[in-house]
């Protein structure tokens, strides 16, 4: 008897979008499949190794038993990260992994789930002087809100992306976007963006750990200060070739005659006049509109910015310096006889001078970090009584990372993480389509504190039981931490 029955399709459970699956294919996050009937998750479990690398010994017997044998990083300790775990979901289900092993003579676990991020995004600080938007300026992907700019730190603008008020207020497409945006970002790939309204709006590529590319030019210097801590820093580099110099700057213009370095080297007033809001002596605000320019304004001519000079003090010849925050553009000017700046070539110690700004100017790059709220879901897989883990993680009993990484837990309630992307293992972020990205988190505490905390002991296994084969094994980040490092814990301080 034939028969033609198509194999029942399979119901995935891992996210709220509930999928039905066939035999042979994946759900809508690319992340679960049907294998012949099971549910399979088809990435695999990241596990990382710190290193495999020895060094010689530096005391006698330093192989023995009691001695040191050359890692001085337990570089076979294995450490089972979140990513490709799978998650909690529908939250009553432990963490996929409960894992244990000895650390230094102390009995841990490292609780390991893949978390569902509806309440997540990501901060973009972007080392340059350009002008990138003003603050509140809305960021568009696709034509879609994603976020806005931020209040500018030192010589970085910043930008604040997704949030479930992007993630699931506003339209379906904002939400697809939103998440398409993040998800790229996380995994480290270029997004394109523009910032802004009509003929102000901005277009900037970001990826993490390069420079941006602005308006179709890659950047290459973050400033080495404002303008009046460039004259600080460099005055003495213009004694004896100025008569007077000015750092460009959208935020504080520094004029090195009035400026108290200048003061303090016997710099003579050169009756310069700026066209700014003074400050304090020697630093201006507001000398002209922010954009692409010197300094980060919208000049391409510095001498746009200077009023006539005052008769009673300039003098014919007077020398004047000009250059930028990142001594990317600099011109050398003499008054003539109506004292009227006329531009000459620029003597070689004033360009040595600007060139030495740039030299103390670090790359232009973005940094991407990742920050989510872990809720519901992620905590009731640790424990059953989830406050318990949040008070835990307050009182430095509990360790959180996420792949690996270490995560900074902001203050007050939750557990609020936020982690550099670039610490963690390439490709730790998924989606699923609620929207929501899929992030890895790791809780690492004693196992004692774990039963304290009402946790599953009885799903606990011991490392070497996790033995997957598609198991992906990388090396620690440097930059990322210990997760397992007992300084890392309050009882290790002796508290």
Same mark, same amino acid.
């Given at each position: 008897?034939?028969?033609?029955?198509? !194999?029942e399709?399979?119901?995935?459970?891992?996210?709220?979008?509930?999928?039905?699956?066939?035999?042979?294919?994946?759900?809508?996050?690319?992340?679960?499949?049907?294998h012949?009937?099971?549910?399979?998750?088809?990435?695999?479990?990241?596990?990382?190794?710190?290193?495999?690398?020895?060094?010689?010994?530096?005391?006698?017997?330093?192989?023995?038993?009691?001695?040191? @044998?050359?890692?001085?990083?337990?570089?076979?300790?294995?450490?089972?990260?979140?990513?490709?775990?799978?998650?909690?979901?529908?939250?009553?289900?432990?963490?996929?992994? &409960?894992?244990?092993?000895?650390?230094?003579?102390?009995?841990?676990?490292?609780?390991?789930?893949?978390?569902?991020?509806?309440?997540?995004?990501?901060?973009?600080?972007?080392d340059?002087?350009?002008?990138?938007?003003?603050?509140?300026?809305?960021?568009?992907?696709?034509g *879609?809100?994603?976020?806005?700019?931020?209040?500018?730190?030192?010589?970085?603008?910043?930008?604040?992306?997704?949030?479930?008020?992007?993630?699931?207020?506003g339209?379906?497409?904002?939400?697809?976007?939103?998440?398409?945006?993040l998800?790229?970002?996380?995994?480290?790939?270029?997004?394109?963006?523009?910032?802004? *309204?009509?003929?102000?709006?901005?277009?900037?590529?970001?990826?993490?750990?390069?420079?941006?590319?602005?308006?179709?030019? +890659?950047?290459?210097?973050?400033?080495?200060?404002?303008?009046?801590?460039?004259?600080?820093?460099?005055?003495?580099?213009?004694?004896?070739?100025?008569?007077?110099?000015?750092?460009?700057?959208?935020?504080?213009?520094?004029?090195?005659?009035?400026?108290?370095?200048?003061?303090?080297l @016997?710099?003579?007033?050169?009756?310069?006049?700026?066209?700014g809001?003074?400050?304090?002596?020697?630093?201006?605000?507001q000398?002209?509109?922010?954009?692409?320019?010197?300094?980060?304004?919208?000049i391409?001519?510095?001498?746009?910015?200077?009023?006539?000079f005052?008769?009673?003090?300039?003098?014919?010849?007077?020398r004047?310096?000009?250059?930028?925050?990142?001594?990317?553009?600099?011109?050398?000017?003499?008054?003539?006889?109506?004292?009227? !700046?006329?531009?000459?070539?620029? !003597?070689?110690?004033?360009?040595?001078?600007a *060139?030495?700004?740039? +030299?103390?100017? +670090?790359?232009?790059?973005?940094?991407?970090?990742?920050?989510g709220?872990?809720?519901?879901?992620?905590?009731a897989?640790?424990? +059953?009584?989830?406050?318990?883990?949040?008070?835990?993680?307050?009182?430095?009993?509990?360790?959180?990372?996420?792949?690996?990484a270490?995560?900074?837990?902001?203050p007050?309630?939750?557990?609020?993480?936020?982690?550099?992307?670039?610490?963690?293992?390439?490709?730790?972020?998924?989606?699923? !389509?609620?929207?929501?990205?899929?992030?890895?988190?790791?809780?690492?505490?004693?196992?004692? @504190?774990?039963?304290?905390?009402?946790?599953?002991?009885?799903?606990?296994k011991?490392?070497?039981? &996790?033995?997957?084969?598609?198991?992906?094994?990388?090396?620690?980040?440097?930059?990322?931490?210990?997760?397992?490092?007992?300084?890392?814990?309050r009882?290790?301080?002796?508290?």
């Amino acid at each position: 008897m034939r028969n033609d029955a198509k !194999p029942e399709k399979i119901r995935c459970d891992a996210c709220p979008v509930l999928c039905y699956i066939a035999d042979g294919k994946s759900g809508a996050c690319d992340r679960y499949a049907n294998h012949s009937g099971q549910l399979v998750r088809l990435d695999p479990l990241t596990i990382i190794h710190d290193t495999d690398q020895k060094l010689v010994p530096f005391m006698k017997g330093g192989g023995d038993d009691d001695g040191w @044998d050359g890692d001085i990083i337990k570089g076979q300790r294995p450490f089972v990260t979140a990513v490709g775990a799978g998650t909690t979901y529908p939250d009553y289900k432990p963490a996929p992994f &409960i894992v244990s092993q000895d650390i230094d003579g102390v009995d841990m676990v490292t609780v390991v789930t893949e978390g569902i991020f509806s309440y997540c995004g990501v901060k973009v600080k972007i080392d340059t002087d350009r002008h990138i938007g003003h603050e509140r300026d809305v960021v568009y992907v696709d034509g *879609e809100p994603i976020g806005h700019v931020m209040t500018s730190e030192y010589g970085s603008k910043m930008l604040s992306l997704g949030g479930v008020e992007h993630l699931t207020g506003g339209s379906k497409k904002e939400g697809r976007v939103t998440c398409d945006a993040l998800l790229r970002l996380c995994n480290r790939e270029a997004v394109l963006m523009n910032i802004g *309204e009509g003929e102000h709006q901005i277009e900037i590529i970001v990826e993490a750990g390069k420079a941006p590319i602005v308006n179709g030019i +890659e950047e290459n210097l973050m400033r080495v200060g404002c303008g009046s801590a460039a004259i600080g820093m460099f005055a003495k580099q213009w004694l004896g070739h100025a008569d007077d110099v000015v750092v460009v700057d959208d935020h504080i213009t520094g004029v090195l005659s009035e400026h108290e370095a200048g003061k303090q080297l @016997d710099v003579a007033p050169t009756g310069i006049k700026m066209l700014g809001r003074r400050s304090t002596p020697g630093r201006y605000f507001q000398v002209a509109q922010p954009g692409t320019g010197w300094g980060g304004t919208d000049i391409e001519d510095p001498l746009k910015i200077l009023g006539p000079f005052n008769p009673k003090t300039a003098w014919a010849g007077l020398r004047l310096f000009m250059v930028s925050t990142t001594g990317e553009q600099y011109g050398y000017y003499e008054l003539d006889a109506d004292l009227v !700046p006329q531009k000459k070539d620029v !003597p070689g110690p004033l360009k040595a001078s600007a *060139e030495l700004i740039a +030299e103390n100017c +670090e790359p232009s790059v973005c940094s991407v970090l990742f920050m989510g709220g872990a809720g519901g879901s992620l905590r009731a897989g640790v424990t +059953e009584n989830p406050v318990r883990l949040t008070r835990s993680v307050k009182e430095s009993l509990t360790h959180v990372s996420c792949g690996g990484a270490e995560a900074y837990v902001w203050p007050g309630g939750g557990i609020t993480v936020m982690v550099d992307v670039l610490d963690m293992p390439t490709q730790s972020f998924g989606y699923v !389509p609620t929207p929501a990205l899929v992030a890895p988190i790791e809780f690492t505490l004693r196992v004692s @504190d774990y039963k304290t905390l009402g946790g599953h002991m009885e799903h606990i296994k011991p490392v070497q039981e &996790i033995n997957r084969i598609d198991a992906r094994r990388v090396s620690q980040n440097p930059n990322a931490g210990d997760p397992m490092a007992h300084e890392n814990y309050r009882w290790s301080k002796g508290k």
